[in-house]
């Protein structure tokens, strides 16, 4: 695979020196002229912090890409028009939304991209992105990848990005699948517009249909990330079954 200069595949178990705080003076450098891709999970944490529906976060600051490149529909985190297209989270004391920053603001400088392979087993690779800018790599503390996705809080992330990969990359898809526009809007709305879906999910028809447990309901109604695993259950109903 072949990368730009700037990035190198990296081995997992290698250590790497990095370090990052509010002394290093290309402090908040990296939060500006971004592509911040969002997952499903990315908004879930950014809606907790800012304690923000899911709905009015997107419309305030995702730029939503339904008919790209890609098969699904994407959103990214829209930059702030002051000239140097910053990131609308960042203030002079760093990242406002710390706790619930995305997990490519976690993970950076590492990049790391999981497949699914023909059986269904997942294959990951680390990448190191070394930008001109950034003074991090001068800093002694030193991690492998496993130690630095703990200390970002980057497990459970991973976790829920993996799970939508079942989805993303499933065989269908992988065939050739197109989308129609109903079937992004269902995408949409059961991983990102989490307060429409759980009106949807309330209602007797979604229960019946889908035959949920008295228990699964008010588990699903009562926590954001059990309702983004129905909507990953449903989607892959929805959007697959009736082909298999
Ligand atoms: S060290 Fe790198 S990651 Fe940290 S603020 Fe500077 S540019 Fe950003
Ligand atoms: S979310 Fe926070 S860490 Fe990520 S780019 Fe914005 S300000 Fe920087």
Redesign the pocket.
Known sequence: MDFPDNVKRLCGLKRFS????PN????????RELDLSLTPYDVLRLCRELQMIPTAFIERYAVMELDGNGIFPALYLGMVNDGRASCPFISENGCRVYNGRPGACRA??VGRGATLDANGKKQELYVMVR?E?????V?SQNHTVAEWFENQGLIEYNKINDEVLTLLQHEQVRAGMHLSREQKDNFLLALYRLDEFHELVSSPGFQDTFMLSEEEIHSVLSDDLSLLRLGIRWLQDTLFKEKK
């Open positions: 990095f370090g990052c705080h290093v003076t290309c402090y908040t450098e990296c939060c950076y400088p930008e800018h950034c003074r991090g790599f800093e």
